[in-house]
């Protein structure tokens, strides 16, 4: 995450001028209202967090932030977007992810409404929807996390930590499982897909099979049970995100082995038990920092409700995700282990209070310099 890779096409100076012509009506005093899709429920560990950066960069950008759960339910994500865009109260931008491939009917419905729409964390397929602002005038832009080298990040960083910890076969090879979210979820795909790549580039391990867990602990824990009792040389689980790989860690206690040193496991989304996790020694890494995307995307709507479109610096975004080890657990749990991201100063990113920026900062350390 401490890097935002920016990925400039031609297509932005054009829709630069759309974006003005969607907000002639607006006026650029009046509280904004954006809405939230989230896939899961309210007990997730990855979309409250989102939710609770982005309501805090809305507190200092003067924006609503209304948020919608749908319960792993694709066809009430739709219902809750349609709501939201129509009746007397409808809001000024909406927000989501492609959730089970339902991204492009999202972006339909915020179409037909003629609300600007903005992708984020989960995208669809270019080559079908166009990019933003070309077939689809209200979709204004899009943010996504390189969820293909987080899973490629975290499997070297597991075999790794396995060679050195002694955990490989008589063959010198590591003996690794894998486990991943919703098979049709654009994010497992790639998750997966890094993983694929990252076992096909080294010569030192093993991949006995890849089961889907569908994001879900309780789910992840059972299917660790199967791998281990299918597979009992497996030593390490690569876990596409943070509460499946703390499955894994109580399904090893389960089994009366010691997670963190006879079993070996990571994750991926920076949650607080998995940071937690992480310093007990249990979990070993975690790749993660893509929830703060909410609260940059919150500082690219405001800045485009204030007349200055981020179309000028690009409308496609790709962040790069970070890991959390036993060595910088301690440091990151000091500074944001509480939560308070009213802390951070979200004014400090926007173009339209800082005039002088000539390129949106989302890094790690732009916040790190703020304390």
Known sequence: MAIILWSFIAFGLMGNAQAHSLNDNASPLEKKQVALFAPHSE?????????????????????????????????????QLQ?????????????????KQNGESLIKVAEKAQIPAFLMNAGVDHMKTGIPRQKYQYWIGEMFPDDEQAGFDLANQLIDIAKQRGHVGPDGKVRLAGISGIISDGGS??????????????????????VPGD???KLAHEKFLFLLKR??????????????????VTGAQQLGLSPGQELITGGVDWTQEALES?????????????????????VLLHDYFQGKDFAEET????TKMSAITASNVQ??????????WEAIDFKKFSKVHNPELTHYDFSLNAILQQF
């Open 43 to 79: 007990d997730d560990s990855f979309w409250p967090l989102v939710a609770s950066f982005m309501r805090a960069a809305g507190h200092d950008l003067g924006i609503e932030l209304r948020v919608y759960y749908a319960h792993d339910d694709r066809g009430k994500m739709r219902q």
């Open 83 to 99: 709501r939201a865009t129509s009746g007397k109260n409808p809001v000024d931008a909406v927000v989501f992810q492609s959730f």
């Open 189 to 210: 795909i790639q998750r997966v897909n890094g993983l694929r790549r990252a076992i096909k580039a080294r010569n030192d391990v093993t991949l006995n099979r890849v």
């Open 215 to 217: 994001w879900q602990q």
């Open 231 to 248: 597979y009992p040389e497996t030593t390490t689980v690569w876990a596409a995100n943070d509460p499946m790989s703390l499955g894994v």
């Open 278 to 298: 992480i310093r007990a020694g249990h979990m070993l890494v975690s790749i993660g920092g893509h929830f703060m995307e909410g609260g940059w995307v919150m």
């Open 315 to 318: 409308l496609q975004m790709r």
């Open 331 to 340: 440091d990151y749990l000091q500074k944001f282990g509480d939560q308070n």
